[in-house]
C-alpha cells in the first residue's frame, strides 16, 4: 500500500467481467497476489462463508462476475493486469457498518486495494482511487464510502490509509471497531449527453490514466 514514489506508468482501467475475468484471474494467482480469499472476505453469504478453501472463495466470485454483479475495476499497464480496486454497490456486500438503519440506495463502496509489488510506490493506488470514483459516478452512485486506517494500523492496510482519502475529499463520518475510518465522498450526478451526441450509439469508454 506504501506510494513513495512520484512516477506513475501510464495505467488502463477496465470494470471485471466476463470479458475481463481471465486477467483477474491472472493477476489474483501471480506471486503476493490475495489468492487465499479472491476478496470475498465482505461479499460471502452465511451460507458461502460455511465453505473452505480458496477454490471455492474463487468460485464464488467468479460466479457473481458470470451474473453481472459489480465488483471492481482492474488496473493494466501495457495491457498487463498491475492493479485491483473492489469498488461495487453496498448492498452486494455483507453489512460493512454497524448502522443497519442507513439506505444503500446509491451508495456504493471501496473495501480492498492490491497493486503489484513491483509497482508499488509508483501512485497506483491513487490513481485507481480516481478511477473507481469515476467509474462509480458513470454507473449511477451518489455516494461512496470507504474503511482507511491509519498508517501504523497493524491490519486492514488493504482497506487503504486514511491521508489518500482525505485528499481526494473524502469526509470521516465515524468509526468501525478500532481500526477502521468510515469516510465518505459524495458525487455529482453524471452530466447527460449533449444535443449532439443524442441518438449515437452508446459505447463505454477505455478509462486511461
Not at 498487463?80 to 448492498?91: K, L, M, T
Not at 473524502?170 to 481500526?179: M, P
Request: glycine share 8%; hydrophobic share 35%; aromatic share 10%.
Amino acid at each position: 500500500m506504501s506510494e513513495r514514489g512520484t512516477t506513475t506508468p501510464k495505467l488502463s482501467f477496465h470494470a471485471v467481467d466476463s470479458a475481463h475475468w481471465v486477467d483477474f484471474e491472472r493477476l489474483f494467482e501471480s506471486r503476493g497476489a490475495p489468492k487465499y480469499c479472491w476478496c470475498m472476505v465482505w461479499r460471502a453469504t452465511p451460507e458461502e462463508g460455511k465453505l473452505t478453501g480458496n477454490a471455492n472463495r474463487k468460485a464464488a466470485m467468479h460466479q457473481r462476475v458470470k451474473d453481472k454483479v459489480p465488483v471492481g475495476l482492474l488496473a493494466y499497464a501495457d495491457d498487463e493486469p498491475v492493479g485491483w480496486c473492489s469498488i461495487a454497490p453496498r448492498d452486494t456486500y455483507r453489512r460493512l457498518v454497524k448502522d443497519t438503519t442507513s439506505d444503500d440506495d446509491g451508495v456504493w463502496a471501496i473495501t480492498c486495494f492490491f497493486v503489484k509489488r513491483e509497482l508499488r510506490g509508483q501512485g497506483v493506488t491513487k490513481r485507481m482511487l480516481a478511477a473507481a470514483l469515476k467509474h462509480a459516478r458513470a454507473h449511477g452512485a451518489k455516494v461512496v464510502e470507504a474503511y482507511p486506517v491509519d498508517a501504523d494500523s497493524p491490519s486492514y492496510r488493504f482497506m487503504g490509509f486514511v491521508p489518500m482519502f482525505e485528499q481526494a475529499k473524502f469526509h470521516e463520518i465515524g468509526r468501525e471497531g478500532t481500526r477502521r475510518h468510515v469516510m465518505r465522498r459524495k458525487l455529482r450526478a453524471a452530466a447527460k449527453p449533449g444535443r449532439h451526441e443524442r441518438g449515437r450509439t452508446a459505447r463505454a469508454p477505455t478509462s486511461t490514466a
